[in-house]
């Protein structure tokens, strides 16, 4: 057999294994930001019911009040989660591979008044390139490590990744045990990071090993070693979202439909000495249902404030015209 010719190499040309390529070694080469797009947000303040004179707690929540959000962009709402910082800088995920900053504006009196410099700029898959339309796009929960680095939760691909910073690529984090058997619509919603540095994550529609529970899991950031957790609930009530507490808690967002009565959403404390317990129990603190603001609520996020702690929801509208993206923020004065 004659000798095999080898192709020259061109000079300056960049040759790499495909091993080299999967195992993220482009990572300073294909890998760059996310493109952010400065978009116009409309906003429109509601009352807390529009049918009657509202309260002005729920429980230990005073609400302080609420935002119809809107823009011209076509990939603006389907926003599944959302974290505020200190310096009330909001950062939120969409079931279409989105990811959104802004400074949430308050008024004089404590309000929300608007959004500022928001921007709008895609996901970014392992080798950072903007994530593929559809089964791979749909992000539903994240959290924030305690060395600032974010994670994102998406269903029907089910999987958790790692971003050094939002709009940065994703990098794969090993997944809960038993989380592929997950509906295509029912993988992880809730997912936070306790103060203690665990992750807590909890599956919207993955039955758990108990009667009335929904599979959930405890483990470390690296998630190389998860500890089931299962969530209790009732009611038709789902877990959709989850925010740590302070003192080693969380509060963790349910939300139910019913075709007659439409949406209702509930806030469940969980304490910290709960989470030792194989099965996670809550207790409601608060709910929202008509008459009141009642939507697709699906992210949950709690901040320090001047006194006590923003709480802050925000609702996912599918982008179907009868939904809306709304933005409402409480205080509690107790941590």
Known sequence: MAPRRRRARRPGRLILSRRFILAGGLTGV?????????????????????TEEPPDRLGPLRFMGALDLRADHPDFG?????????????????????????????????????????????????????????AWSDAE??????????LIAFERQHRIMRHDALDHPGRPVPPPPGLAAAPSNGGIEALT?????RVLAIAERL????????????????????????????SHFVPVGAAALPDGGALVLERRFARLSGF??????????????????????????????????????????????????????????????????????AA
């Open 141 to 150: 929960a994240l959290a924030r490590l305690p060395d600032g680095r974010f």
């Open 193 to 197: 990071v306790l103060a203690d540095g």
């Open 30 to 50: 294909l890998a760059w930001p996310g493109t952010a797009t400065p978009i116009p947000v409309r906003t429109a303040p509601l009352p807390l019911s529009e």
């Open 207 to 234: 039955a758990g090993s108990a009667p009335a529970t929904i599979a959930g899991w405890l483990g470390p950031a690296d998630g190389r070693a998860w500890h089931r957790r299962d969530w209790r609930t009732d």
């Open 264 to 333: 209702a959403s509930r806030i469940m404390r969980l304490e910290a000495a709960a989470l030792a317990a194989p099965v996670l129990a809550g207790v409601e603190i608060a709910r929202l249902e008509p008459p009141l603001l009642a939507d697709n609520f699906e992210g949950i996020a709690v901040a320090p404030a001047e006194e006590g702690l923003h709480v802050v929801l925000i609702s996912d509208d599918n982008f179907h015209f009868l939904q809306r993206t709304l933005l409402l923020l409480f205080r509690c004065d």
């Open 78 to 134: 389907g926003f599944s989660d959302l974290l505020l910082d200190a310096d009330l800088t909001l950062h939120a995920v969409s079931d279409r591979g989105s990811g959104l900053t802004a400074r949430l504006v308050l008024d004089q009196a404590g309000a929300p008044a608007g959004l500022a410099e928001p921007r709008l700029f895609p996901l970014l898959g392992s080798r950072g390139r903007p994530l593929d339309r559809g």
